[in-house]
């Protein structure tokens, strides 16, 4: 259980890193209006107002989120022993747990009134 979860937090905070330094420190120099596809997904989605969100807090909790989901897949898919169920397991998941916290993140917006039609 211990390795379990020492897996995941190091998972967790290798991939927060890498999309930190990678994705979100590169949205945050680029000035045009040129979006991670994650943004834009929440966008087209869930119409998300981008003149009431606060950018840089959006890139956060989409680091957040993705790191998040990475971690969780990765500790799911380490309890198969065979590559052959770890591959399965992986197509099985990616697609709804991303799906469901993308789902989570656009929720959040339209209460908090951030959508254009909220």
């Known amino acids: ?12 905070l290798l991939v927060l890193l890498v999309y930190e330094i990678f994705i979100v420190r590169k949205a945050k120099k680029n000035k045009s209006k040129k979006y991670p596809m994650e943004v834009k997904y929440l966008i087209n989605r869930y119409h998300l107002n981008m003149r009431k969100v606060d950018y840089p807090q959006l890139l956060q909790i989409i680091a ?7 971690a969780f897949i990765v500790s799911i898919v380490m309890i198969f022993d065979s590559y052959l169920g770890q591959i399965l397991a992986i197509l099985i998941l990616v697609l709804p747990v991303i799906l469901l916290s993308y789902h989570l993140v656009g ?7 951030m959508t254009k039609d909220a």
């Open 64 to 70: 957040l989120v993705s790191s998040f989901d990475i």
């Open 1 to 12: 259980m211990l390795e379990e979860l020492i897996l995941f937090l190091l998972c967790f």
């Open 107 to 113: 929720m959040f917006y339209r209460k908090r009134g």
